[in-house]
T-cell receptor, first 112, second 114 residues
Framework: QKEVEQDPGPLSVPEGAIVSLNCTYS??????FMWYRQYSRKGPELLMY????GNKEDGRFTAQVDKSSKYISLFIRDSQPSDSATYLCAMRVSGGYNKLIFGAGTRLAVHP | DGGITQSPKYLFRKEGQNVTLSCEQNLNHDAMYWYRQDPGQGLRLIYYSQIVNDFQKGDIAEGYSVSREKKESFPLTVTSAQKNPTAFYLC?????????????FGDGTRLSIL
């Protein structure tokens, strides 16, 4: 079983839809959670970085962490065609060296 | 402005050839990392370095080598011992190896076999 599971999609939604992207994990020691956005042929770009359980909002993006269920989500409101990309979740334990464990990524397509 | 520069964007390797991928950062970060990305898989750590002249193997180091002679630079050599080198290679950096600050990525090098 992988430490981090992420539905690969692809996910196709109409412009303006609310998008929910999810990851589950098995290691209860994970304390830091990240969402990266990756456009085709580009490197991952950090979108959200959270530590505690609960919600963190940044513009149209909301990151949600539920440590008791070992489940994290990224919500995109009012989705735009420019949101079409692959979204990667990543997480790490506290302490030690900065080793990230990545999900496989979910491809999202937002069509006009 | 600050960032991570990877070159070249595309690289082709012949059988038995070693190739070197460049990674330069001007973020004044101490820690640097190399990842490999294959379709349908998450990023996998090849090597990391926390300071100049120090580096450690990641999860898939076989067939790869690195050096860290300058803080700004962390080149990756894909040797002929790496039998399946076709992948997208990503370099990242962070403030420190033990820091809780996130990693930032370059735009990658796509390596293919001729």
């Amino acid at each position: 079983q992988k430490e981090v599971e992420q539905d690969p999609g692809p996910l196709s939604v109409p412009e303006g839809a609310i998008v929910s992207l999810n990851c589950t994990y098995s290691n209860s020691a994970f304390q830091y959670f990240m969402w990266y956005r990756q456009y085709s042929r580009k490197g991952p770009e950090l979108l959200m970085y959270t530590y505690s359980s609960g919600n963190k909002e940044d513009g149209r993006f909301t990151a949600q962490v539920d440590k008791s269920s070992k489940y994290i989500s990224l919500f995109i409101r009012d989705s735009q065609p420019s949101d079409s990309a692959t979204y990667l979740c990543a997480m790490r334990v506290s302490g030690g060296y900065n080793k990230l464990i990545f999900g496989a990524g979910t491809r999202l397509a937002v069509h006009p | 402005d600050g960032g991570i520069t990877q070159s070249p964007k595309y690289l082709f390797r012949k059988e038995g050839q070693n190739v070197t991928l460049s990674c330069e950062q001007n973020l004044n970060h101490d820690a640097m990392y190399w990842y490999r990305q294959d379709p349908g898989q998450g990023l996998r750590l090849i090597y990391y370095s926390q300071i100049v002249n120090d580096f450690q193997k990641g999860d898939i180091a076989e067939g790869y080598s690195v050096s860290r002679e300058k803080k700004e630079s962390f080149p990756l050599t894909v040797t002929s011992a790496q039998k399946n080198p076709t992948a997208f290679y990503l370099c990242a950096s962070s403030i420190g190896i033990n820091s809780n600050q996130p990693q930032h990525f370059g735009d990658g090098t796509r390596l293919s076999i001729l």
